[in-house]
């Protein structure tokens, strides 16, 4: 999985509002798309996943949209908190054979949220 | 915790020096994946492997040497090491069964600094 690496773009939100994350994946072939959360100083942590055969997918205060016309991926944060600043990052899963799959990561946002 | 150790956490040496940075994957998972995260930057990818082999390379420079030894552990090593070569290092773990596709587990990183 490659990721090009630019400085993150940043969206600052206000406490309570809704954050949306936006992500453009590459290959139409994938088939698995995954959020991450990274916090300062840690390791990214699965968010949410969402297939290919569907469209939306929610969990506790997220929710993925996932658009295969357009290649497009969003996650939505509901009521954001302060404890949601951090980087986050979409990857595009693909599996070409053998059992093992091909991971590219987007580029990244950093969220901040205002108190 | 996401079940993937990586030692060690903090690595200071000077330019020209060689390191290691080790890897233990989730209890499990086959494949193992490295990447780099400058500051404020995202994940470049350098190299993955299933299983003991090498299946992907990304931009990992001919400095850069990895291995995944038979207990599935893997090594990152670093040679010849440059001041640019300082930033996070991740390693990631995933099951990978080739049927069906799951996150990555990533460690919290090996914080490298060439001084």
């Known amino acids: 999985g490659e990721s090009v690496g630019l400085h993150l773009p940043t969206l600052s939100v206000q406490e309570g509002d809704n954050s949306i994350i936006n992500c453009a994946y590459s290959?139409?072939?994938?088939?698995?798309f995954i959020w991450y959360k990274q916090e300062s100083g840690k390791g990214p942590q699965f968010i949410i996943d969402?297939?290919?055969?569907?469209d939306k997918r929610q969990g506790q205060r997220v929710t993925v949209l996932l658009n295969k016309t357009v290649k497009h991926l969003s996650l939505q944060i509901a009521a954001t908190q302060p404890g949601d600043s951090a980087v986050y990052f979409c990857?595009?899963?693909?599996?070409?054979?053998?059992?093992?799959?091909?991971?590219?990561f987007g580029t990244g946002t950093k969220l901040q949220v205002i108190p | 915790d996401s079940g993937v150790t990586q030692t060690p956490k903090h690595l200071i040496t000077a330019t020209g020096q060689r390191v290691t940075l080790r890897c233990s994957p989730r209890?499990?998972?086959?494949?193992v994946y490295w990447y780099q995260q400058s500051l404020d930057q995202g994940l470049q990818f350098l190299i993955q492997?299933?299983?003991?082999?090498?299946?992907a390379k990304g931009n990992i420079l001919e400095r850069f040497s990895a291995q995944q030894f038979p207990d599935l552990h893997s090594e990152l090593n670093l040679s010849s090491l440059e001041l640019g070569d300082s930033a996070l290092y991740f390693c990631?773990?995933?099951?990978?069964?080739?049927?069906?596709?799951?996150?990555?587990?990533f460690g919290n990183g090996t914080r490298l600094t060439v001084t």
């Open positions: 990631a773990s995933s099951v990978a069964t080739g049927v069906t596709n799951s996150p990555l587990h």
């Open positions: 290959n139409s072939a994938s088939d698995y």
């Open positions: 969402i297939r290919s055969n569907m």
């Open positions: 990857a595009e899963n693909y599996s070409p054979s053998g059992g093992y799959q091909k991971v590219t």
């Open positions: 209890s499990g998972d086959l494949s």
């Open positions: 492997y299933y299983n003991g082999e090498e299946r």
